[in-house]
């Protein structure tokens, strides 16, 4: 009765999301006294066995077929529920990425079980009993409430929310089996078609720092000093919704409910009031600095730092004064 994970790759290149369900599953083996398991689809994804066995993986089962050669959750869900049937493991874990929910989705349709995201916290109460309750906190509606149920399935199947689990190193013996699976030609109906490849660097999601610009930036180019800024600290620009309302950036650049989640050291939120939609994108942050001309904005009451003050005037002071240190030093 393992615990299985999903593991998310895109053409071989492994999801860091995926080390985080990695963690959350060793915690749930820990408790059961079972061990971890990982799945990978695709051949392209056989190199990654040797990364999951350093995180934990006692066993890597690799599936192949033509159809997995890349991403669709039609194929990939069939190929998780059938792995499911042959593994019969005690429990699923995917982390919640849009992809990772995705497939988990599709795998528990074509299962008929149950499907729990967005998980915070997986407490199982007794150790190795098969009766054991699960108590699950959930991340609801976007992060901005926490539910907490019980789940009771004769298979668990869990997405972790991005970003609470922390990944870390535990050695797992690493034993690698071909898993067979049979897909049928159709399943192949929603694949990845194209891809559009970003400029350059890190990514929203996995920037060290990010520089965000709400509507208190006014305009397109008003960004140009927020980019600046990002440049001299080596991070990434993302924007509030308003801004993509506005046309002044593109929804990939998009924090919040309906953008991307972003977890990075520093989050510098320029002329962003912090409604609970945003919020909830940029909760995970670990440091918060706020700029805006309103001291009671939401997201200067929860920041770690503010500065209250015209974002024009305090974004190239910042810029300015690092230039002048770095010059120095
Ligand atoms: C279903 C749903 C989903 C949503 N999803 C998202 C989402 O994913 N992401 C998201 O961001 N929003 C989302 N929203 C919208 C959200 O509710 C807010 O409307 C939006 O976040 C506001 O953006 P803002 O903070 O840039 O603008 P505002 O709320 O207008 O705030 C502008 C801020 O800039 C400050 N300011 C103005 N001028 C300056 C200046 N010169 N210098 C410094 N500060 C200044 C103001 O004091 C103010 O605090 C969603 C809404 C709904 C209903």
């Given at each position: 009765m393992t615990i299985l994970v999903v593991v998310e790759h895109d053409r071989g290149s492994l999801a860091a999301a995926t080390l985080e369900a990695m963690a959350a599953a060793r915690r749930v083996a820990a408790d059961l006294a079972t061990d971890v398991s990982a799945l990978t689809l695709g051949a392209a994804a056989d190199a990654v066995a040797s990364v999951l066995a350093e995180h934990g993986a006692d066993t890597v089962h690799q599936v192949h077929h033509d159809l997995l050669a890349d991403y669709g959750p039609e194929a990939w869900g069939e190929a998780v529920a059938q792995a499911v049937r042959a593994l019969q493991p005690a429990a699923v874990v995917a982390c919640g990425t849009d992809r990772g929910n995705e497939v988990m989705a599709q795998a528990a349709a074509r299962l008929g079980a149950a499907l729990v995201v967005n998980c915070n916290t997986i407490e199982v109460s007794a150790a190795g009993d098969a009766t054991a309750q699960w108590t699950i906190t959930r991340s609801r509606w976007g992060g901005s409430l926490l539910e907490r149920c019980?789940?009771?399935?004769?298979?668990?199947?869990?997405?972790?929310?991005?970003?609470?689990?922390?990944?870390?190193?535990?050695?797992?013996?690493?034993?690698?089996?071909?898993?067979?699976v049979e897909l049928e030609a159709w399943l192949a109906r929603t694949v990845v078609a194209e891809r559009v490849e970003r400029a350059a660097g890190v990514t929203l999601s996995t920037a060290p720092l990010v520089v965000g610009g709400g509507r208190g930036v006014g305009s397109a180019e008003g960004f140009a000093s927020l980019e600046e800024l990002a440049g001299v600290l080596g991070g990434v620009v993302g924007c509030s919704r308003a801004v993509?309302?506005?046309?002044?950036?593109?929804?990939?650049?998009?924090?919040?409910?309906?953008?991307?989640?972003?977890?990075?050291?520093?989050?510098?939120?320029?002329?962003?009031?912090?409604?609970i939609q945003h919020w909830v994108g940029a909760m995970a942050s670990k440091q918060i600095l706020a700029i805006n001309t309103d001291p009671e904005a939401n997201m200067v009451t929860k920041a770690d730092y503010a500065v209250i003050g015209d974002l024009h005037a305090v974004v190239p002071a910042i810029t300015n004064e690092i230039r002048r240190r770095r010059a120095q030093a």
């Amino acid at each position: 009765m393992t615990i299985l994970v999903v593991v998310e790759h895109d053409r071989g290149s492994l999801a860091a999301a995926t080390l985080e369900a990695m963690a959350a599953a060793r915690r749930v083996a820990a408790d059961l006294a079972t061990d971890v398991s990982a799945l990978t689809l695709g051949a392209a994804a056989d190199a990654v066995a040797s990364v999951l066995a350093e995180h934990g993986a006692d066993t890597v089962h690799q599936v192949h077929h033509d159809l997995l050669a890349d991403y669709g959750p039609e194929a990939w869900g069939e190929a998780v529920a059938q792995a499911v049937r042959a593994l019969q493991p005690a429990a699923v874990v995917a982390c919640g990425t849009d992809r990772g929910n995705e497939v988990m989705a599709q795998a528990a349709a074509r299962l008929g079980a149950a499907l729990v995201v967005n998980c915070n916290t997986i407490e199982v109460s007794a150790a190795g009993d098969a009766t054991a309750q699960w108590t699950i906190t959930r991340s609801r509606w976007g992060g901005s409430l926490l539910e907490r149920c019980t789940l009771v399935a004769p298979v668990k199947l869990l997405t972790v929310t991005h970003h609470v689990f922390e990944a870390s190193t535990s050695p797992g013996a690493g034993s690698v089996l071909p898993l067979p699976v049979e897909l049928e030609a159709w399943l192949a109906r929603t694949v990845v078609a194209e891809r559009v490849e970003r400029a350059a660097g890190v990514t929203l999601s996995t920037a060290p720092l990010v520089v965000g610009g709400g509507r208190g930036v006014g305009s397109a180019e008003g960004f140009a000093s927020l980019e600046e800024l990002a440049g001299v600290l080596g991070g990434v620009v993302g924007c509030s919704r308003a801004v993509t309302n506005n046309g002044w950036r593109n929804h990939t650049d998009q924090v919040g409910q309906t953008g991307t989640r972003i977890a990075p050291d520093l989050y510098m939120a320029c002329g962003i009031s912090g409604a609970i939609q945003h919020w909830v994108g940029a909760m995970a942050s670990k440091q918060i600095l706020a700029i805006n001309t309103d001291p009671e904005a939401n997201m200067v009451t929860k920041a770690d730092y503010a500065v209250i003050g015209d974002l024009h005037a305090v974004v190239p002071a910042i810029t300015n004064e690092i230039r002048r240190r770095r010059a120095q030093a």
